[in-house]
């Protein structure tokens, strides 16, 4: 599968365009729509982009959330449910998706406990942060419809 239209445009809603390279709130080097890396290598401070580059890197970042998200979910998912995938493993990335208990519920065709799973990937470095809490309302949102 691949992610839509609507989900890119949702995708890059809630990343939201930084032209300057700027620290998130993990304090990650982030710029455009939410890239951490150029080239394979760290986005660094003084950094800039235009809208169009910014474009670029966020189809090369999701590619990368798709196979992912192909490569690891064996149950079947509606485009909504992939498209609120990719952009939750956009933003939280591979490796913790790959290692968690969403994963494992999706796998068992427990979608309801999958869904449930969005409500705790809210904190980054231990805090709440009140942006992924409305983030991933939207993305179970998407998910559940």
């Known amino acids: 599968m691949q992610i839509s239209v609507k989900g890119i445009e949702m995708l890059k809603e809630?990343?939201?365009f930084?032209?300057?390279?700027?620290k998130d709130t993990g304090g990650v080097w982030t710029i455009g729509y939410g890239t951490t890396k150029v080239n394979g290598k760290p986005v660094q401070e003084g950094m800039t982009t235009t809208p169009q580059e910014?474009?670029?890197w966020l189809?090369?970042?999701l590619a990368?959330?798709?196979?992912?998200?192909?490569?690891?979910v064996r149950?079947?998912?509606?485009?909504?449910?992939?498209?609120a995938l990719v952009s939750f493993v956009y933003n939280v990335g591979g490796d913790a998706f790959s290692r968690s208990t969403m994963l494992?519920?999706?796998?068992?065709?427990?979608?309801?406990?999958?869904?449930?799973?969005?409500?705790?990937?809210?904190?980054?470095n231990g805090k709440k942060i009140k942006g992924l809490i409305a983030r991933r309302r939207i993305e179970r949102s998407l998910f559940e419809s």
């Open 14 to 16: 809630l990343e939201g």
């Open 18 to 22: 930084r032209d300057k390279a700027y």
């Open 54 to 56: 910014a474009e670029l």
């Open 59 to 61: 189809t090369t970042d």
């Open 64 to 72: 990368e959330a798709q196979t992912t998200v192909n490569k690891e």
């Open 75 to 83: 149950a079947p998912l509606t485009q909504s449910m992939f498209d």
């Open 104 to 124: 494992l519920k999706l796998n068992q065709r427990n979608y309801l406990g999958a869904a449930c799973q969005f409500d705790r990937w809210v904190y980054d």
